[in-house]
């Protein structure tokens, strides 16, 4: 991914983020839809065939892209299920200050 361009404005930022990640995975074999708010969380709507185990580490991937994409900047990433409605599965966070991601299971 690219680096972002000092003079580019943060919701250009956000679609050209969200146009690359879904560039990444053409054919939705990962992620179905991604949506990014203002507050920089992307929920992410995975493909049913994403096997549970799998999930902290694309959750920390995307992360760390996205890191690059909005530095300094508290990070969100929501993961759930493709159901109608759906249901959240996990939660990805990093901390800009200390650099620490977590990621929490949905009970």
Do not use: W
Not at 10 to 37: C, G, M, S, V
Not at 43 to 66: A, C, F, S
């Amino acid at each position: 991914m690219r680096a972002p361009h000092a003079g580019e404005a943060k919701p250009q930022r956000q679609a050209a983020f969200l146009n690359r990640l879904r560039e990444a995975d053409p054919e939705k074999r990962t992620i179905d839809r991604a949506i990014l708010n203002a507050n920089n969380e992307l929920g992410l709507i995975l493909d049913r065939r994403v096997e549970m185990e799998k999930i902290p580490g694309l959750m920390k991937t995307i992360l760390t892209q996205m890191a690059g994409e909005f530095p300094g900047q508290d990070l969100t990433v929501l993961a759930y299920t493709p159901s109608d409605p759906p249901r959240k599965v996990g939660t990805a966070r990093l901390n800009a200050q200390t650099r620490d991601m977590t990621y929490t299971p949905e009970r």
